[in-house]
C-alpha cells in the first residue's frame, strides 16, 4: 500500500493506505476525505478533485495532459503545482506523496 497525506486548507491532514492503480482522487474518495468532490467520478471532465502536489513530489506525479490543462480552467487559485488528482495513479513511487486541497472546488 501506499500512503498519501491530504492536508485540508484549514490544515487537518488525513493519511491514507492506497492500492497501486487507483488514482489519488479515487483513494480520497474510498477513505471519504473532506474536499475532493469528485463530480465527474475521475473522468477528467471538471475540476472538483483539485489539489496542489507538495513540492518534493511534483516531478514524480508526472506532466499534466492539455486535457487536465484545459479542465484546470475551471478551477479557482491554480498555481504551479496544481493538478486534477483523478490523473495521478498511485504507485509505490509516491509512497509518501502530499497533496494539499485548495479551499473551495471547481
Known amino acids: 500500500m501506499t500512503k498519501i497525506t491530504y492536508i485540508e486548507h484549514d490544515g487537518t491532514s488525513h493519511t491514507v493506505d492506497a492500492p497501486e492503480g487507483l488514482s489519488v482522487m479515487e483513494a480520497a474518495i474510498r477513505n471519504m476525505v473532506p474536499g475532493i468532490d469528485a463530480d465527474c467520478g475521475g473522468a477528467c471532465a471538471c475540476a472538483t478533485c483539485h489539489v496542489y502536489v ?15 490543462e484545459s479542465m484546470l480552467d475551471f478551477a479557482t487559485d491554480v498555481r504551479d503545482t496544481s493538478r486534477l ?3 495521478i495513479k498511485v504507485t509505490a513511487e509516491l509512497d509518501g506523496l502530499t497533496v494539499h486541497l485548495p479551499e473551495h472546488q471547481g
Open 54 to 68: 507538495d513540492g518534493d513530489w511534483a516531478g514524480k506525479t508526472g506532466e499534466r495532459s492539455s486535457m487536465e
Open 85 to 87: 488528482s483523478c490523473q
